[in-house]
């Protein structure tokens, strides 16, 4: 079965520290990994996936099978990357919907 | 410009009476899917479709019903609301390989 794990509800970090962000996954077939970010009162929105390995924001994630994890990574945070991250699994094919994680709200103090 | 309109933004209704929550999407996107998002629990999904006449329930469908009579519309049918129901509501849809595009979400208060 999917199953997501984001094991901290809170993260509160100062700006300018790092922020790692943790997702693991559990999933038997080939997994495609997201990460939404929903900012205060707006809606979700994509912020990365795996397969396009790009920096959005400062913010980059590697899927790393053999832990079956996608962390979420920004070397510094800014205020404006206070929000909810969710981390999401669906199948590669595209047509299995996504499961999401619980969440983890950052909040990144001045 | 695409998107996923839902209506009502807010909607304050009592135990039992019957409401429905449109979501529409201009992408001709053949997914769409119902969420609802609890402080704690994340986004869990209620039903989803993979095309016309084609629905399914995802994680916490009891209480809830859909229909998908057209590619473009998923609403969303609550016979018989009741307090637990109270949320935050999204619609989302998708094609093939593609990411989730969200609606702006529907604040639902059951009294």
């Known amino acids: 079965a999917q199953r997501v794990t984001q094991p901290e509800k809170l993260l509160s970090v100062f700006k300018g520290a790092p922020v790692e962000l943790k997702c693991n996954y559990s999933y038997s077939g080939s997994p495609e990994l997201f990460w939404y970010v929903q900012y205060s009162r707006q809606r979700l929105q994509l912020l990365l996936r795996?397969?396009s390995r790009e920096s959005i924001k400062g913010f980059t994630a590697d899927l790393n099978k053999g832990e079956t994890s996608f962390h979420l990574k920004k070397p510094f945070a800014q205020e404006e990357d206070s929000a909810m991250y969710y981390c999401a699994l669906g199948g590669y094919s595209g047509n299995t919907p996504l499961v999401f994680g619980k969440g983890t709200r950052l909040s990144v103090i001045a | 410009e695409a998107q996923v309109t839902q209506n009502p933004r807010y909607l304050i209704t009592v135990t039992g009476k019957k409401l429905t929550v449109t979501c529409s999407q201009n992408m001709n996107h053949e997914y769409m899917s119902w969420y609802r998002q609890d402080p704690g629990l994340g986004l869990r999904q209620i039903y989803y479709?993979?095309?016309?006449?084609?629905?399914d329930k995802g994680d916490v469908p009891e209480g809830y019903k859909v229909s998908r009579k057209e590619k473009r519309n998923f609403p969303l049918i609550l016979e018989s609301p009741s307090p637990n129901q109270t949320s935050l509501y999204f619609c989302a849809s998708w094609s093939g390989n593609s990411p989730l595009h969200f609606g702006n979400g529907t604040r639902l208060t059951v009294t």
């Open positions: 795996h397969i």
């Open positions: 479709s993979m095309n016309v006449e084609v629905t």
